[in-house]
C-alpha cells in the first residue's frame, strides 16, 4: 500500500469498519501515514505562499541567477528553455500544483537531477516529492547558492519524510509571531536571528529542528490599522505586511522551518481545539469583566499596573506603568480563564525549574509577579468590537482574545491538534521582555488547563535604543532593518545584533559599533588568521600539512591546542543558554590567541629558511619543515574549528571558509569543532581554490 495514496485514506480511517482487524503496528503505521499526509498539505500551503510572494521578483531575477544554473542541470530533453516556460507558465497560470501531468514532468526532471548529481537515494516516485524540488528553486532564486550545499536539509526531510512511524524528536525553537499593524524594525530581526542562531547551532549539534516564526494577525490593533490605511479588507492588509516581514528575514538570512499566520486555516482549527479542550476541562467561564485595557500593547490591568501621566495637553491621562501606553476603562461580558486557580502549580513549576526562564533577572520578576497573586484572566472580545479575530467555538457572540490566539501558534506549527510528541514540548520560545509575562505566566497555565507539557526554557532578550534613547517616529531615530541589511551583509548584522544584543540590558544600535565589530573582530581576527595561514608566502600551492603528532609538539603548541579544545566546551555551554554575546567574545578571544601564536612563531621566517635549502643541512631542513607544517596546520586548523562554531552566526562566511578549506559536508558539525582532532579527514587535503580570497572585506567607515 503507497504511503501517500489518496485512494487508501478511507481504509487508513477506518471507515465502514475495514480496519477492525488491524493489529497495533498496523494502527501505527496507518496513523503515521496519516500524520504524513497532513505533513505535506501543510507544505504545500507553505509553498503557494512563497510562489505568491516571490513570483513578481522571480520575473526580474530569472535571467540574472536561474538561467546560468539550469543550463548546468539539463537532463533528459528537458531543457532550461523548457522549464522556465513551464514553471513561469504554472506561476502565472491557475492550481497548476494540482496538475498531475505537471508534477510529473517536475518529478522526472527532479529525480534525473538527484541521480545525476550524486543522491539517487532520494529519488522517489512518491507524489510530493515537489514538494522539495520546488524549495530547492527558491532557495536558487533567493540566496543564489550552490546545489550542493542542499545536500544535508535534502537528506534530513527525506529522512523524516521517508522513515517509519519512529522519528527522531525535534528541537523546537519558536520567535513570538509578530504583530502586522506596523512595518518590521530592528527589534524583529533581531528575535528572529537570535531564534535562527539557536536553531542553526542545535543543527550543527546534530539534531532535528522545528524553528517557526510568522505573523499575528488579529486583534484591535491590526484592524485598526487596516482602517487607518484606508481598508476594511483585512486580510489583504495582512498579507501585504506579512509578506515585508518575511522578505525581511530572507534578507537577514533566517532559515525558518514554518512562517506561519494566524489566519492559516490549520492554526484556526487549532484555536478551535484548544480552546474547547480548556472550556471542558472547567478553566473558562462567561462573566461581567471591568479592567483597565491597554490597546497597544492588547493587554488587560489591575489598578497596580497603570498610573497617572501628563499628556502633550497637559491632561492627566492613566498608562500602563510597564509600556507607558494609554489604558482604558473596559467593561463588558467576557470569556474568563480561571487563573488564579493555577498560582501554585506555577510556583511549583518555577521553583522545580529555575533555568526555564533566561536570564536569571527575568526568572525573579515573573516569579515576584505570580508570589504577588494572579487574578483571572478575560480570553474572549466581544465580536461586535472586534470583526477581525476568530470567534469563539459554539458562541459567535464573542472572539478569542488575541494572546489566546497568537500562543496557540507554536503548538499549530508543532501539528496540534493531531500528533505533537515529536516536537512538543517547544525548547526554547524566544520573546521580548515586553512580552514574558504571556510567555512565562499566561502561556504555562493555558498549556496545564489543557493537560500538555510545558516549554522547557522562555529566553527575554532585551530592546534597541539609538544613542541610549528609545526608538521614535516622532524623534526620527528608528532603524531600518533593510537599509542596514543591504548596507552591510546579513553576516555582520547578524554578528553585531548577536554580539551587541546581550539578554539582560538593552542594547544600543550604532553604525560605528557594528562597523568596529566587523572590522576588528571577523576581519582582523579570522578573516586575518585563513589570509595569513594560507597565503603563498608560506603554504606551497595551497597544501594543506599533515595532522602533526601531538607528542611532538612544543609547548607553545600544546597552550593553543588545549585553549582551543576548552573553547569547543565553553561554547557549547553559552550558546545552549543561550548567551550568544559572550560566546562570541569567547571565540574572539580565542581567534586573537592564535594570530598571536601565528606572529609570535613567524612561519614567514620558517618558510624563507626552506627556500635556501641548500644553506642548511638536510636534518635542519626536515625540523624546519616539520615546525613550519605544524605552525600552519594548527593555525588553518583554529580557522576551521571557529568557522564551526560561527556556522549559526555568519553562515555565509563560515561555509565559504570551510568550503575552501575543502571540510567536507559531514565534517561541519559540533563533533568536529575541536582543535587537532584525531581525524585525519577533517578537512582536504589541498585548498579547495588556491588563489587566497578575502573572507570578511573591511568595512569603509564614512564618519564626518
Known amino acids: 500500500m503507497s504511503v501517500h495514496s489518496f485512494e487508501d485514506k478511507r481504509f487508513l480511517r477506518g471507515e465502514n469498519g475495514k480496519n477492525a482487524n488491524l493489529n497495533e503496528r498496523d494502527r501505527d503505521e496507518a496513523e503515521a501515514r496519516e500524520q504524513i499526509l497532513e505533513n505535506s498539505k501543510r507544505a504545500v500551503q507553505k509553498i503557494v505562499e512563497k510562489l505568491r510572494l516571490f513570483k513578481a521578483w522571480y520575473l526580474k531575477q530569472e535571467q540574472k541567477i536561474l538561467e546560468p544554473k539550469f543550463k548546468e542541470l539539463t537532463e533528459e530533453g528537458i531543457t532550461y528553455t523548457i522549464l522556465v516556460d513551464d514553471f513561469r507558465a504554472r506561476m502565472a497560470g491557475t492550481d497548476w500544483w494540482s496538475t498531475p501531468s505537471g508534477l510529473k514532468r517536475f518529478g522526472n526532471f527532479y529525480n534525473s537531477w538527484l541521480k545525476k548529481n550524486g543522491y539517487p537515494h532520494l529519488a522517489t516516485k512518491e507524489w510530493w516529492w515537489w514538494v522539495y524540488f520546488i524549495q530547492l528553486v527558491f532557495v536558487m532564486l533567493r540566496l543564489g547558492r550552490s546545489i550542493t550545499r542542499l545536500r544535508s536539509s535534502l537528506c534530513a526531510g527525506q529522512a523524516y519524510l521517508f522513515t517509519s512511524a519512529a522519528k527522531p524528536s525535534q528541537t523546537f525553537v519558536t520567535t513570538p509571531i509578530f504583530y502586522v499593524n506596523a512595518a518590521p524594525h530592528i527589534g524583529h530581526v533581531h528575535s528572529a536571528v537570535l531564534a535562527d542562531a539557536l536553531s542553526r547551532w542545535h543543527r550543527v549539534k546534530g539534531s532535528y529542528v522545528l524553528f517557526t516564526t510568522g505573523t499575528d494577525e488579529h486583534g484591535l490593533k491590526v484592524q485598526e490599522a487596516a482602517e487607518k490605511s484606508g481598508t476594511t479588507d483585512y486580510k489583504a492588509f495582512c498579507d501585504e505586511v506579512s509578506a515585508r516581514f518575511n522578505e525581511i528575514f530572507q534578507e537577514a538570512n533566517v532559515d525558518y522551518s514554518r512562517f506561519i499566520r494566524t489566519s492559516d486555516k490549520d492554526h484556526h482549527e487549532a484555536v478551535n481545539t484548544f480552546w474547547r479542550t480548556i472550556r471542558d476541562s472547567g478553566h473558562i467561564y462567561l462573566g461581567d469583566h471591568e479592567s483597565w485595557?491597554?490597546?497597544?500593547?492588547?493587554?488587560?490591568?489591575?489598578?497596580?499596573?497603570?498610573?497617572?501621566?501628563?499628556?502633550?495637553?497637559?491632561?492627566?491621562?492613566?498608562v500602563s506603568k510597564e509600556s507607558g501606553h494609554p489604558v482604558e476603562m473596559l467593561r463588558e461580558e467576557n470569556y474568563k480563564f480561571r487563573l488564579s486557580a493555577f498560582q501554585d502549580r506555577l510556583l511549583e513549576w518555577l521553583d522545580a525549574n529555575p533555568d526555564v526562564i533566561v536570564p536569571r533577572s527575568r526568572y525573579n520578576e515573573v516569579r515576584a509577579a505570580v508570589t504577588g497573586g494572579l487574578r483571572d484572566l478575560s480570553v474572549s472580545r466581544l465580536s461586535e468590537k472586534i470583526k477581525w479575530?476568530?470567534?469563539?467555538?459554539?458562541?459567535?457572540?464573542?472572539?478569542?482574545?488575541?494572546?489566546?490566539?497568537a500562543l496557540t501558534n507554536y503548538l499549530t506549527s508543532a501539528g496540534y491538534p493531531g500528533d505533537i510528541d515529536r516536537a512538543w514540548p517547544a525548547a526554547y520560545h524566544i520573546v521580548g521582555k515586553d512580552i514574558l509575562k504571556f510567555h512565562a505566566i499566561y502561556w504555562p497555565a493555558f498549556l496545564m488547563a489543557a493537560g500538555l507539557p510545558l516549554p522547557k526554557k522562555v529566553v527575554a532578550h532585551a530592546h534597541w535604543t539609538v544613542g541610549n534613547v528609545k526608538m521614535s517616529k516622532s524623534l526620527g531615530n528608528v532603524v531600518d532593518p533593510h537599509e542596514m541589511l543591504s548596507k552591510y551583509g546579513s553576516d555582520f548584522v547578524r554578528f553585531f545584533l548577536l554580539r551587541e544584543g546581550v539578554l539582560t540590558n538593552d542594547g544600543d544600535f550604532n553604525a560605528e559599533t557594528l562597523e568596529d565589530r566587523a572590522n576588528s573582530e571577523l576581519a582582523d581576527t579570522l578573516g586575518n588568521l585563513v589570509s595569513r595561514s594560507t597565503g603563498k608566502s608560506v603554504l606551497v600551492k595551497g597544501i594543506v600539512p599533515k595532522r602533526p603528532d601531538?607528542?611532538?609538539l612544543t609547548p607553545e603548541d600544546k597552550e593553543l591546542v588545549a585553549k582551543g579544545r576548552a573553547l569547543r566546551d565553553k561554547v557549547e555551554k553559552l550558546f545552549d543558554t543561550p548567551d550568544f554575546a559572550r560566546g562570541l567574545e569567547e571565540i574572539v578571544f580565542f581567534l586573537h590567541d592564535v594570530n598571536r601564536y601565528f606572529t609570535i612563531m613567524e612561519p614567514w621566517v620558517l618558510s624563507k629558511t626552506l627556500k635556501k635549502s641548500a644553506d642548511v643541512t638536510s636534518e635542519e631542513y626536515k625540523a624546519t619543515k616539520e615546525r613550519l607544517d605544524t605552525v600552519l596546520y594548527l593555525s588553518i586548523d583554529a580557522a576551521r574549528m571557529s568557522a564551526i562554531l560561527l556556522q549559526p552566526v555568519v553562515p555565509i562566511a563560515a561555509a565559504k571558509i570551510l568550503d575552501y578549506f575543502a571540510v567536507p559536508e559531514d565534517k561541519r558539525s559540533f563533533t568536529e569543532a575541536t582543535l587537532l582532532s584525531d581525524d585525519d579527514h577533517v578537512m582536504g587535503a589541498v585548498l579547495s581554490n588556491s588563489k587566497s580570497f578575502v573572507t570578511f572585506p573591511k568595512v569603509l567607515k564614512q564618519r564626518s
Open 550 to 552: 601531538f607528542d611532538r
Open 389 to 405: 479575530a476568530i470567534k469563539v467555538p459554539d458562541d459567535d457572540k464573542h472572539c478569542v482574545y488575541v494572546w489566546l490566539d
Open 293 to 318: 485595557y491597554c490597546k497597544s500593547d492588547e493587554s488587560f490591568l489591575t489598578e497596580m499596573q497603570v498610573e497617572d501621566k501628563e499628556d502633550a495637553n497637559g491632561n492627566v491621562v492613566k
